[in-house]
């Protein structure tokens, strides 16, 4: 009987602590489902604090070295390749040859219409004596000195072949590819040399839209050679083009004078100096990835009491990564920079740094 009322009590016992325990679990459970809900009703962002920093206003672009002349030297005549002058490498001037094409038909082609040329001058000869005495008419002279000019321009046209057998370099340089040997049989339009002039050199870049304003024809750029980092260089601007690409950047050129040590298809980095050779200004800037719809939009979402504020600002020029800010904030709001686009102006959030 005794242990029968022991076993009771400590029965007793036991469920009392279960029934505590789980009564407290279900507190906590309660307690972390609203804090959960809580937060669910809050969306994660990234912020920053506006501030005024020295930014440098230098500008860089990168880009690649192409020849100042460029020439694929081709034949105009139709004949098979006799010899070749030059080789890969070889310097050349403008006018100098550098293959010939054979000519023995083609002279066979002059002696004739030199023949020609001379029948068409006695002939003529005999038609103007005639008409003096009246045994022609004035037709048949007519017809007679046609044909003394027709003979002239015969013999002019074969002299221009015999001079395109030799194929001679349209410009100065230096033969970068050859793509002929003897023998090789070649019609007009064939491609027989590559040449390319390398004395100065162009670097192509593309520079952004809200950079061109900034830059001038003949301004002396720095440039830096990935290949050559001991070396300096400085070209000036050539060319600027007056439209944009379709990703609104504008093809730049920059003529360097080659000191022998730069070759075409060198990757290079020019840097733009600019305001009047300052290289930081003080401005108040936000990193480019916070706007709303991208730079151009102006909109920006800053903290307010623990929701997304959306402001529209005034921007000016962007450096790298960086925005200045013109107008719209004093310096010292946080600026969201990361999950606007889970925002709406208003929208409560939790800031994850």
Do not use: C
Not at 289 to 310: H, P
């Amino acid at each position: 009987m005794k242990k029968t009322l022991i076993y009771i009590i400590v029965a007793a016992v036991l469920v009392g602590l279960a029934a505590w325990k789980i009564a407290d679990n279900k507190k906590k459970q309660d307690t972390e489902v609203k804090e959960v809900a809580r937060q669910v009703d809050k969306i994660n962002v990234n912020v920053i604090t506006a501030s005024r920093e020295n930014i440098n206003t230098d500008y860089s672009a990168n880009g690649t070295f192409i020849p100042k002349q460029e020439l694929q030297q081709s034949s105009e005549i139709s004949g098979r390749i006799v010899s070749v002058l030059v080789k890969e490498g070889s310097k050349v001037g403008a006018g100098q040859v550098l293959a010939t094409i054979k000519r023995d038909a083609i002279e066979v082609d002059v002696t004739q219409a030199q023949n020609n040329l001379q029948n068409a001058i006695i002939d003529n000869q005999r038609y103007e004596n005639a008409y003096k005495t009246g045994g022609v008419t004035k037709q048949q002279l007519d017809n007679s000195r046609l044909q003394l000019k027709n003979m002239q321009a015969a013999v002019r046209a074969q002299g221009v072949k015999i001079n395109d057998t030799s194929i001679r370099a349209g410009i100065s340089g230096t033969i970068n590819k050859k793509m002929v040997e003897p023998g090789t049989v070649v019609s007009p339009g064939t491609a027989l040399f590559e040449i390319v002039n390398i004395n100065s050199l162009k670097l192509s870049v593309l520079v952004d839209e809200s950079q061109i304003g900034r830059i001038q024809l003949g301004q002396e750029v720095p440039i830096n050679v990935n290949v050559l980092p001991n070396d300096s260089f400085s070209g000036r601007i050539t060319f600027i083009a007056p439209k944009s690409d379709v990703s609104l950047n504008f093809p730049v050129e920059i003529e360097v004078q080659n000191r022998g040590n730069l070759k075409a298809g060198m990757y290079a980095t020019a840097t733009f100096k600019t305001n009047h050779g300052a290289e930081t200004q003080n401005m108040l800037t936000v990193p480019a990835e916070a706007f709303v719809n991208g730079v151009s939009s102006g909109q920006l979402f800053i903290v307010n009491n623990g929701t997304a504020k959306l402001i529209k600002v005034q921007t000016g020029k962007v450096y790298g990564d960086k925005v200045q800010i013109i107008s719209g904030l004093n310096g010292g709001e946080q600026v969201i920079t990361s999950g606007q686009i889970n925002l709406d102006n208003g929208s409560k959030i939790n800031i994850v740094k």
